[in-house]
């Protein structure tokens, strides 16, 4: 299928979509096709890569799930699907361009039937385009069936194409311990290379997180500051005011620290805390990732009490709505002892952060949706104004906020206007919305595109989601042996106050 591009060509040079880099044709395989993911991001970022014209010349869509359907009942679903969740309406010449070929294929993941199916479809495909067309499965499913999946692809031979690519990119969670990640690592890597594995954290696919590379490494001004001896703590949040919706069955055997945690809130430290890369490139920057996961000093059975707090949202009021605690929640067991809230304080032993805290904190159903870093700096070491002019000086302080309100704030001391000395922070500001009249591509885009491209650099590699599982393991596995009930938060505030027994010295976790 051949995709006219509907880009319409910018006349403000800052206004810019996706950059149309070339992609080698490829067949999309999507597992799990029908299921929450696919319809609401995945087939919504297709069909804006379509849009755009940023899909390879040719593409074609496999979808495959359990239900039963025909393809042109999954490619009606489908339509539905971007009509209801695309970010753009979707013109209905592009779409059906789109979806006027794909092929789909029921049944269970450990059925060969399924996988002979999909290999006729692919074969088909091929023959169509009268070459050998690179093959992206893409699993998103539960996760159980990450395994399973994986060991079909092999034993039917496709995880090999002669004369193209073949690639998997595999869903969230990669396991639900450091044992199943291992695991699955070993069973991943027992059929496909490393470098054809792209393992989804949509965080890095977010323009605001690749924001803070170039924030760090394309500006000589903080770079100089950016270590222990100007930096008093970090702090990392990423708070919610939704619940948990319909995903009980998965989200009460999660909870906030393997939900969240584990995956993009130790990226964004490792975006924080990273050396500068000598290269762009997948392998360096991941590289420097991995070396600031494994600086990360270790939580032990004996230090979880100390440097991690965990909580569950009680009935409250959000948006002015009246909402149900986590335990009335449909599908939650009423005694469960999942955390909806956790924080963590971790330190980083290597030269550059030393003595430096973290705190990252994520919970459901608070104040507000709000994804932000913020780095506090060292108070100036010595203050010449008088008594009362000095009241307002307080440290300075870098947000860089990832969602809403996308941008960059530094908070600086400045001089009330009048005849005395007096001092009171303002606001620097840099906001993407201003700056850039662009709307921001879906993090699914980019990475859908970038593992057709065969970029792995948005992607994670099996030794950094296994140090990322060394960190969140102990705590996971502490919280797991310990009694109920949790400790509750009203739904629609701030998160528990015992949080703020993490702190050292005066500091207090920023308003969400
Ligand atoms: C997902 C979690 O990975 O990230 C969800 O499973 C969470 O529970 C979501 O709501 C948050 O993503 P975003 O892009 O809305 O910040």
Known sequence: MTIQPLHETPDNPLIAGLERLPVHPTTLVIFGATGDLARRKLLPAIYNLAHEGALPERFNLIGSSRSDMSDEAFATQAAEAIRQFSRREPDETV???????????????????????????????????????????YLSTAPEFFPIIVGQLGAHGLTHHDGAEVRAVIEKPFGTTLAEARELNHRVLSVFDEKQVFRIDHYLGKETVQNVMAFRFANGLFEPVWNRNYIDRVEITAAEDLGIGTRAGYYDNAGALRDLVQNHMLQLLCHVAMEPPVHFEADEIRDEKVKVLRSVIKPTADTVDDIAVRAQYGPGTVGGDSVPGYLQEEGVPPDSNTETYAAIRLEIDNWRWAGVPFYLRTGKRLARKVTEIAITLKPVPHLAFQQDGSVGVRPNQLILTMQPNEGVSLSLGAKIPGSRMRIRPVNMEFLYGTSFMSQSPEAYERLILDAMRGDATLFTRNDEVEAQWEICDPIVSKWEAMPGPLPQYEAGTQGPAEADRLLEGDAHWRAI
């Open 95 to 137: 779409l059906k361009e789109l979806l006027a070929n794909v092929r789909y294929v029921s049944g269970t993941f450990d059925q060969d039937g399924v996988y002979d199916h999909i290999k006729v479809g692919l074969d088909a495909f091929d023959e169509q385009a009268g070459q050998p067309l690179n093959r992206a499965f």
